[in-house]
C-alpha cells in the first residue's frame, strides 16, 4: 500500500514554527529516499531537505539552520520542523518518496502526499 499523508500546515507569523508530519504506509517508509518539497504560487516544485534511510538528512542552503527533518520509526512518520518562518516559506509542502538514488529532482519521485499548505504573513 502507498500512503503519504501530510498534516500540520496553517498560517504563522514571520518568525514562528510550524511542524509538519507525513504519516507513511510501511511500504512507503521503507523507501531509501524521503524527501520535503514545497511548491509555491507561480513557482516550480523545489526541494527542501529530505532523509535517505542509513540516516543521513540534507537541505537546501536557505532552510540550512531553520528547518530540521526527523523520523518516528515507531510510528512510520517523516517530520518537518520549521522555525523562524519566513514569508518566502509560503507553500505548499509536500512528502515524497522514491525508492533509490536520492536527489532533490521532483520529477524522479514515484510517491507524494496531497500536501499541507503553509502560509507566513503578519
Known amino acids: 500500500q502507498v500512503q503519504l499523508v501530510e498534516s500540520g500546515g496553517g498560517s504563522v507569523q514571520p518568525g514562528g514554527s510550524l511542524t509538519l508530519s507525513c504519516a507513511a504506509s510501511?511500504?512507503?517508509?521503507?523507501?531509501?529516499?524521503l524527501t520535503w518539497f514545497r511548491q509555491a504560487p507561480g513557482k516550480e516544485r523545489a526541494a527542501v531537505g529530505g532523509t535517505v534511510s542509513d540516516g543521513e538528512t540534507w537541505y537546501i542552503a536557505s532552510v540550512k539552520g531553520r528547518f530540521s527533518i526527523s523520523k518516528d520509526n515507531a510510528n512510520k512518520t517523516l517530520y518537518l520542523q520549521m522555525n523562524s518562518l519566513k514569508p518566502e516559506d509560503t507553500a505548499t509542502y509536500y512528502c515524497?518518496?522514491?525508492?533509490?538514488?536520492?536527489?532533490?529532482?521532483?520529477?524522479?519521485?514515484?510517491?507524494w502526499g496531497q500536501g499541507t499548505q503553509v502560509t507566513v504573513s503578519s
Open positions: 515524497a518518496a522514491k525508492t533509490s538514488y536520492c536527489n532533490a529532482n521532483p520529477q524522479k519521485y514515484d510517491y
Open positions: 510501511e511500504y512507503t517508509y521503507s523507501m531509501r529516499c
